[in-house]
């Protein structure tokens, strides 16, 4: 869990949202839709963007799930897509931006460079009732610059 291991216990109807925010008080996962339709309650699990709301707890055993809190680096530095998303505004009341970095995080992770037309298609499952998507999308290509610009550094 965000990068380290992690062992608790569950009832087996609970789902990954429910332990997250009850059990383990990382309550930047949201829950709004309860059926895997708002993408606020996206986490990854091993990269992969899963709505937590639908997906069972126990279903995660041995697997890598990253959350929003896991995602700055230790030291609190914000990851470049949380940068991005506050240099771009992308973000009005927030409720959706930790579904929307997650699922920016696994898009970017697959494709370093997406096209303005792939990054809408990816964001298809992410829904934001506040900012009319246009700086959701200059956050995710300037989230993509800033990446690799620090990738041909080093």
């Known amino acids: 869990m965000n990068g380290g291991a992690l062992e608790t216990e569950c009832e087996a109807q609970e789902t990954l949202a ?4 009850d059990h383990l008080n990382l309550t930047g996962t949201k829950v709004s839709c309860d059926v895997q339709v708002c993408g606020a309650c996206t986490v990854l699990v091993d990269g992969l963007p899963v709505s937590s709301c639908t997906l069972l707890a126990y ?3 041995d697997k890598n799930v ?21 240099d771009e505004f992308a973000f009005q009341c927030g409720f959706c931006t930790p579904g929307m970095i997650l699922a ?9 460079k997406p096209t303005e037309d792939e990054i809408i298609h990816y964001m298809d499952g992410n829904i934001c009732r506040c900012t009319g998507y246009v700086p959701i999308v200059r956050a995710i290509q300037r989230a993509a ?10």
Do not use: C, W, Y
């Open 18 to 21: 429910e332990l997250l925010r």
């Open 59 to 61: 279903e995660v055993r």
């Open 66 to 86: 990253l959350t929003i809190e896991g995602l700055a680096r230790p030291d609190g530095a914000l990851h470049p897509i949380q940068q991005a998303f506050i």
């Open 104 to 112: 920016a995080k696994a898009l970017l992770d697959e494709n370093p």
């Open 145 to 154: 610059e800033t990446m690799a610009q620090r990738k041909n550094q080093s």
